[in-house]
């Protein structure tokens, strides 16, 4: 008795120490954690300030519906209404208005600026060819908006600037503001002030938007009713991704709870055995919940939705515990933990070898997955063997299930002559996926994003009709100083000029366009003439031209105040658009170290990485990386790939290891084995048959297929050893195992989320196959199993 | 590509418009009596097809020592497509359709609203509203006053908005029945820019 109570006393302490952890457990929703991390400090760097930094904060907003005309007066008071949020740093939608300040900045700096300032421009003969063109301006259509400032800039340094600075694609332009190429949806670009991880300021900054938006319908009237806003961006896809989340594990554990809780009470008519039967599960899943909060300093919501799946096994051990339990025999009595305990204990090491898979894999979202499972069953099967017999009633009974296990077992001993439609089913699975060998697998980083393949089609569009840096390619330079930065920058931006020339390059992004370096800046002040000077060679630079030298005294006096002027820094740009530009293409970490981007724009979408990194090379800027994101992202992901079919393989062979340690007839773990291949075949033929391309949470999935099927194959394979009631009630009790490994895997396939979709549905379904593939290739009950040497 | 600060709307400018005005209400009784009114102009441009022309344009600026001549070839493709080449001294090449304008210079493209740009807007309507016979397009953004008979009219246009009178004074349009032979801007501050067309085609 004291031995009973002690142990409850154990339990409930356990119990309440991981209340305390789970507590004190930080949740989060966003999707990094299933995002492999860069190998490279370098690439990680860059990944992480691509994840957190400027390029994460922009937002791509379309308009949508309604005509032409309603899109670009919704577009122009969206982007009003945006300029005002604070949350909102800089808004563009392609409208001119807006932007006075920038262009004010780039005329008051424009001799530090322009790159067509240096020492010949202002000769004789560089004014007057400067002048020349200018002349030539006037006489264009372009001439009268220009006009006013000649006498100011007669060397047309501001044409030049504003040239250069706009991307020689920019967007199509329709009613004043950007569109999209086809011309149905209007486009804007906004950055909020908060990077995309702080995923409650950007779901304030999204539903602002939204209400900006609905305001700026509600002003127009007429068509604007029928326009609605998309919204795109990497802030935006967290928002949705933890609003998923947050929703599913919500539902999902819900339903699968109710699921179960129907089921088991339909089963054992037994409010006090459901609560004893829950009771594993609860303790499991807190104690799997405790762990990966003190292994990993955080738990994932998507972490908790996986937690169903422990419903489905763990409620195992208490069913093969109270339905195993003879007419005659107290539940998880001597005879109990005699006869099914060692048969459970096994299945728990077959399921905690698939597990295994999960814990050692690179990716924090998938080990916690592992250790959070692994964690679980095993204080689950814990709890079902040495605390539940202390705590049932002595007078608790369950529904006797002997005359359904007899119908099953006649179903059981009908699927044994489905034999050989077995072998058929695994050959054909084998033919399906030898005939496919090109598409079976999802190679792309991409196919693990939480974000739906339409979304994400939503967003490249965008982007292409924006023409905005895809943040596919790029180099980054690496340097002690933000000067050095840019002026490493300026280097590179000679060579990639020369391929913008050749045709191989369409052009590119760079922070020394903005902020030249203070050597670059001063080698163009120093350029500048002083005033005596300069009035002398104007004149013979205009003889012959309409112009006189005499309108030109402003020109004289502000390129007298550009050589006086301090350099321009960073904080000359505060508050304005050309500041935000900078802020993603100019920065420094924690330790000081300066990154330069220079974002490149491929000539139609087609690269010539060769012709680049040549370039790059030639610049000789040393230390400069040149990027295909995409690519090292999808190398990153094969990696990860590589080593989760490794780990996967690992885990089969560790239990068939186990198997065979236990059984020691290598032909009975062989026919235990078989048919939860054959379903392992059959499950991912049937993907390939839909069309999924096979993702690392599918090889997970059929992982999972081997370790949990294996316990039902197990007892199948000792199905032999019990005959009558016995065996009825096992066979029972496993199709109600069955049955809540189903509900609770399939629920997950059931999810959204890829990873969660992934392993649910795979494993759903190979649940099913395995129960009914092993009956198939059971020896069948009252025969003795051949090849005794039971454990 | 501006100053980024536009002169402000002097009075004598909103004085001169409300004169006009009056003017305008004394003179319709009796353009209508003559059969020859603006409406009847506008029916009438409004019937031309598609039309070639060349152009040759002179435009006076105080900045300038002498005038610039240009000259080239105009396209027009009603309702509201307008081509203008500049063959001489240099090309280049100008497209407004709709509300869209696309600059084209030395292998350069630029493409603008319309609408963003009220300066330019104001040379580019005139011509192309009367080239289209749209008198509710130019009765939008200007004020219209049409002098003359069928076989030697001269259309005043001056704009409406303040920020387009801050640019243009006024333009006079002039012509024979329905073909325009010359255009000629007064610019806000003096400039002026004369441009006269020959028809080309049939």
Redesign the interface.
């Known amino acids: 008795m004291r031995h009973r109570a002690l142990r409850v006393a154990i339990w409930l302490a356990g119990l309440a120490l991981c209340v305390l952890q789970v507590a004190n457990t930080r949740f989060v929703a966003d999707l990094s954690s299933f995002l492999p991390r860069a190998p490279t400090p370098e690439q990680r760097l860059l990944v992480d300030q691509l994840r957190e930094g400027a390029l994460s904060r922009v937002v791509l907003l379309g308009i949508e519906g309604a005509d032409a005309a309603t899109r670009g007066a919704l577009s122009r008071a969206l982007a009003d209404g945006l300029r005002r949020d604070p949350a909102f740093a800089a808004v563009a939608n392609g ?3 807006g932007h ?1 300040r920038e ?2 900045l780039l ?1 008051a700096h424009r001799y530090a600026l322009s790159p067509a300032v240096d020492a010949r421009r202002f000769s004789v003969e560089g004014l007057r060819e400067a002048v020349t063109e200018t ?18 800039d007669p060397t047309g340094e ?2 030049g600037l ?2 250069r600075l706009q991307s020689t694609s ?1 967007p ?6 950007w569109v999209s190429p086809d011309g149905a949806r209007a486009l804007l670009i906004a950055r909020t002030l908060a990077g995309a991880s702080d995923i409650d300021a950007q779901s304030r900054a999204i539903a602002s938007a939204e209400a900006a938006f609905a305001k700026a319908v509600a002003q127009s009237g007429g068509k604007a009713g029928q326009a609605r806003l998309v919204l795109t961006g990497a802030g935006v896809f967290s928002v949705r991704a933890r609003a998923m989340i947050e929703s599913e594990v919500l539902r999902i554990g819900i339903v699968a709870g109710a699921f179960v809780v129907i089921l088991l009470l339909a089963v054992y008519r037994s409010a006090a055995a459901l609560a004893l039967g829950l009771a594993p599960v609860v303790t499991g899943a807190l104690a799997g919940i405790a762990a990966v909060s003190l292994g990993h300093g955080l738990v994932h919501g998507i972490t908790l939705g996986f937690g169903t799946t422990l419903i489905g096994e763990a409620v195992d051990y208490s069913i093969f515990l109270f339905v195993q339990a003879g007419r005659d025999e107290r539940p998880g009595g001597d005879a109990w933990i005699r006869g099914s305990w060692p048969t459970i204990r096994l299945g728990v090491a077959t399921s905690i070898a698939g597990f295994a898979a999960l814990l050692l894999s690179g990716l924090p979202g998938l080990a916690q997955l592992g250790l959070y499972s692994i964690v679980g069953l095993i204080v689950a099967a814990l709890v079902a063997r040495y605390v539940l017999p202390a705590l049932l009633p002595p007078g608790l009974r369950v529904r006797d299930l002997s005359a359904a296990g007899e119908r099953l077992a006649t179903l059981a001993s009908m699927a044994r002559r489905l034999r050989w439609a077995v072998a058929v089913l695994a050959a054909a699975a084998v033919a399906v996926l030898a005939s496919r060998p090109g598409t079976l697998w999802d190679t792309e980083l991409a196919s693990l994003n939480p974000i739906g393949a339409g979304d994400r089609k939503l967003d490249a569009e965008l982007r292409a009709g924006l023409a905005a840096p895809d943040a596919r390619f790029m180099v980054a330079v690496f340097a002690p100083s933000e000067d050095a930065a840019l002026a490493a920058a300026e280097k590179l931006g000679e060579r990639m000029d020369r391929l913008v020339a050749e045709g191989k390059l369409a052009g590119y992004e760079s922070p020394a366009r903005f902020l030249p370096s203070l050597a670059t800046q001063k080698a163009r002040r120093d350029s500048l003439p002083e005033a005596a000077a300069l009035r002398e060679r104007l004149v013979p630079a205009l003889a012959g031209l ?3 030298a005499g ?1 030109l005294e402003p020109f004289v006096a502000d390129v007298q105040q550009a050589r006086e002027a301090p350099a321009l820094t960073r904080a000359s740009f505060r508050g304005t658009a050309l500041d935000l530009a900078l802020d993603g293409l100019l920065f420094a970490d924690a330790s000081g170290r300066w990154t330069a981007l220079v974002g490149l724009r491929g000539v139609s979408n087609a690269f010539d990485p060769g012709a680049i990194a040549g370039a790059v090379s030639a610049s000789g800027v040393p230390g400069a990386l040149f990027l295909d994101l995409k690519a090292e992202a999808d190398r990153l992901y094969a990696g990860y790939l590589e080593q989760a079919v490794l780990l996967c393989s690992l885990g089969v062979l560790a239990v068939a290891a186990i198997l065979l340690a236990a059984i020691r007839s290598p032909r009975r773990v062989a026919r235990i084995l078989a048919p939860l291949l054959a379903s392992v075949l059959v499950v991912a033929a049937l993907h390939a048959l839909a069309g999924t391309r096979l993702t690392i949470p599918h090889l997970v999935g059929l992982t999972l297929i081997v370790a949990i099927g294996s316990n039902y194959a197990l007892f199948f394979d000792r199905i032999g050893e019990r005959a009558g009631p016995d065996a009825a009630r096992t066979l029972a009790s496993l199709a109600l195992a069955n049955v809540t490994t189903i509900a609770s895997f399939g629920l997950l396939g059931l999810s959204s989320i890829p990873v969660l979709n992934a392993i649910g549905s795979s494993v759903a379904v190979g649940a099913f196959l395995s129960l009914v593939f092993s009956a198939a290739w059971s020896s069948g009950s009252g025969q003795p199993s051949r090849g005794d040497a039971a454990a | ?4 600060r536009r002169p402000a709307q002097p009075d004598f400018v909103r004085a001169a418009r409300s004169l006009v005005a009056a003017a305008l209400l004394a003179l319709a009784p009796w353009a209508s009596a003559a059969g020859w009114d603006v409406a009847t102009l506008m029916e009438l441009l409004s019937r031309n097809k598609p039309g070639r022309a060349t152009f040759n344009e002179t ?1 006076h ?1 105080a ?4 005038p ?1 001549e ?1 000259s080239g070839e105009l396209r027009f493709t009603p309702p509201n497509r307008l081509e ?1 080449r ?1 063959l001489a ?2 090309t ?1 090449s ?1 497209v407004v359709d709709g ?3 696309t ?1 084209e ?1 030395a292998g ?1 493209r ?8 009220p ?2 807007a104001v ?1 580019i309507e005139s011509i192309r509203g009367t080239l289209a016979g749209d008198r509710a397009a130019l009765e939008r953004a200007y004020a219209l006053a049409l002098e003359g008979e069928a076989k030697r009219w001269n259309l005043v246009l001056k704009p409406l908005s303040p920020v387009a009178a801050g ?1 243009v004074a006024r333009i006079e349009v002039s012509g024979r029945q329905a073909d325009i032979h010359r255009v000629e801007i007064f ?1 806000a501050d003096g ?1 002026r820019t004369l441009m006269m067309i020959r028809r080309t085609d049939p």
Request: hydrophobic content about 45%; overall charge positive; charged content about 30%.
């Open positions: 409208a001119a208005a006075e262009r004010e005329f002349v030539a301006l006037l006489a264009s259509p372009a001439g009268p908006a220009l006009k006013a400032i000649v006498p100011r501001l044409v504003v040239e920019g199509r332009v329709e009613e004043g503001v309409p112009l006189r309108k | 590509m501006t100053s980024g435009r600026l900045l300038l020592d002498r610039l240009l203008k500049t001294p240099g280049d100008m509300d869209v304008l600059l210079r350069r630029h493409t603008l609203s319309l609408r963003e740009h300066e330019i040379f640019f610019q400039d």
